[in-house]
């Protein structure tokens, strides 16, 4: 078993999944996978459990959920599972290729060198996104910056999907008090990392927009993201975190 692992959450992935599988497995460095599906109609997880039960029956593991039931909580179910089969590394990605499975290994070597979190920044070094629309690109932008302005936070790409994480932050976060569910879960995280005191790292990557599937961006999820921010500030006001000490590595 690796000691590093990747977490792809799905919904009717079917056209991406078994590629993005096999391209985090082709990496130079050993990945294990872990689905997270909610019981996609279009059967991404038959497609997994073929490549599970004839290829990849050491390394790729799913974990099936009964429905959609939002993000944040596929997240939070797949970092327990984590967590439970003992993994050092655990790292977050999409797959629909809008993150690039070759810079896992670059988020990897961030938390090798002392990061407690590793974020996959479209913004660390300018505007790194492809085939978005402009628009797109700049809601996204400004809304990464009003996020950092209300938080606090010295972070480019506060809402960031594609984050590697050490198991230090994701055992001593409560991972149950996490309360988005939707792409403000991204948020959330990276606040309550940035408040109990872990070492937060932006690796520069460039984001693609997926060519294949359907986007889970909906306007609830961008309303979330808005107002939940001031609420979920307020909130940390009343709230002790205790301050964790750098890792030695």
Same mark, same amino acid.
């Given at each position: 078993?690796?000691?590093?692992?990747?977490?792809?959450?799905?919904?009717?992935?079917r056209e991406n999944?078994?590629?993005?599988?096999?391209?985090?497995?082709?990496?130079?460095?050993?990945?294990?996978?872990?689905?997270?599906? @909610?019981?996609?109609?279009?059967?991404?997880? %038959?497609?997994?459990?073929?490549?599970?039960?004839?290829?990849?029956?050491?390394?790729?593991?799913?974990?099936?959920?009964?429905?959609?039931?939002?993000?944040?909580?596929?997240?939070? @179910?797949?970092?327990?599972w984590c967590l439970?089969?003992?993994?050092?590394?655990?790292?977050?990605?999409?797959?629909?290729?809008?993150?690039?499975?070759?810079?896992?290994?670059?988020?990897?070597?961030?938390?090798?060198?002392?990061?407690?979190?590793?974020?996959?920044?479209?913004?660390?070094?300018?505007?790194?996104?492809?085939?978005?629309?402009?628009?797109?690109?700049?809601?996204?932008?400004?809304?990464?910056?009003?996020?950092?302005?209300?938080?606090?936070?010295?972070?480019? @790409?506060?809402?960031?999907?594609?984050?590697?994480?050490?198991?230090?932050?994701?055992?001593?976060? %409560?991972?149950?008090?996490?309360?988005?569910?939707?792409?403000?879960?991204?948020?959330?995280?990276?606040?309550?990392?940035?408040?109990?005191?872990? %070492?937060?790292?932006?690796?520069?990557?460039?984001?693609?927009?997926?060519?294949?599937?359907?986007?889970?961006?909906?306007?609830?999820?961008?309303?979330?993201?808005?107002g939940g921010v001031?609420?979920?500030?307020?909130?940390?006001?009343?709230?002790?975190?205790?301050?964790?000490?750098?890792?030695?590595?």
């Open positions: 078993m690796s000691k590093k692992i990747v977490i792809i959450p799905t919904y009717n992935e999944i078994e590629e993005i599988i096999r391209a985090v497995f082709s990496l130079h460095q050993s990945f294990d996978v872990l689905i997270v599906d @909610d019981n996609s109609p279009d059967g991404t997880a %038959a497609i997994v459990k073929k490549l599970q039960q004839f290829e990849f029956k050491l390394n790729l593991h799913i974990l099936e959920r009964k429905e959609k039931n939002g993000l944040g909580t596929a997240y939070i @179910d797949g970092f327990k439970e089969e003992g993994y050092e590394y655990i790292f977050e990605m999409d797959a629909d290729f809008s993150h690039n499975p070759n810079d896992l290994p670059k988020l990897y070597e961030a938390l090798c060198e002392g990061a407690d979190v590793a974020i996959g920044s479209r913004y660390k070094t300018g505007v790194n996104v492809v085939n978005w629309p402009m628009s797109r690109v700049m809601m996204s932008y400004f809304a990464s910056s009003y996020v950092r302005f209300i938080t606090g936070m010295n972070i480019r @790409d506060t809402t960031a999907g594609f984050v590697g994480y050490h198991r230090n932050v994701l055992s001593h976060i %409560a991972l149950d008090n996490i309360k988005f569910r939707g792409y403000a879960f991204q948020i959330e995280m990276k606040f309550t990392a940035w408040k109990h005191g872990f %070492a937060i790292e932006e690796v520069p990557i460039i984001f693609t927009d997926r060519t294949r599937g359907e986007s889970k961006i909906s306007n609830g999820i961008i309303q979330e993201a808005i001031v609420s979920m500030k307020l909130k940390s006001l009343f709230k002790t975190y205790e301050k964790m000490h750098p890792r030695k590595n």
